[in-house]
């Protein structure tokens, strides 16, 4: 079992970043692709971002490549997203999610957190 804790949002304006955490307990994640998904007020969870085991691959959804960055941190069993030049339409709750597979498929993720709510003002 895996319990899974992200941290990092808030309120930030149009043109700014925040480092989110994803900080796991229960067992080690370092055999586990990490993802972050955002979910928005009315619509569907969707896929963010997405690293592989060791941090070697990554892989983005379309509108964050090039500003958010996911990496992670092994040995402190925790995973990071970096967004900078955030929009409003980034505005989401962000949950991070470990799953089996290199996936962008929601239903392939087994753990997930409760979820950090990232406001982008104008």
């Known amino acids: 079992q895996v319990q899974l804790v992200e941290s990092g949002g808030g309120l930030v304006q149009a043109g700014g970043s925040l480092r989110l955490f994803c900080a796991a307990s229960?067992?080690?994640?370092?055999?586990?692709?990490v993802g972050w998904f955002s979910q928005a007020p009315g619509k569907e969870r969707e896929f963010v971002a997405a690293?592989?085991?060791?941090?070697?691959?990554?892989v983005y959804a379309g509108s964050v490549k090039g500003r958010f960055t996911i990496s992670r941190d092994n040995a402190k069993n925790t995973g990071y997203m970096q967004m900078n030049n955030l929009k409003t339409e980034d505005t989401a709750v962000y949950y991070c999610?470990?799953?089996?597979?290199?996936?962008?498929?929601?239903?392939?993720?087994?753990?997930w957190g409760q979820g950090t709510q990232v406001t982008v003002s104008s």
């Open positions: 999610g470990t799953s089996w597979k290199y996936t962008r498929q929601r239903a392939e993720y087994e753990y």
């Open positions: 229960g067992r080690t994640i370092d055999n586990y692709y």
């Open positions: 690293i592989s085991w060791g941090g070697g691959s990554t």
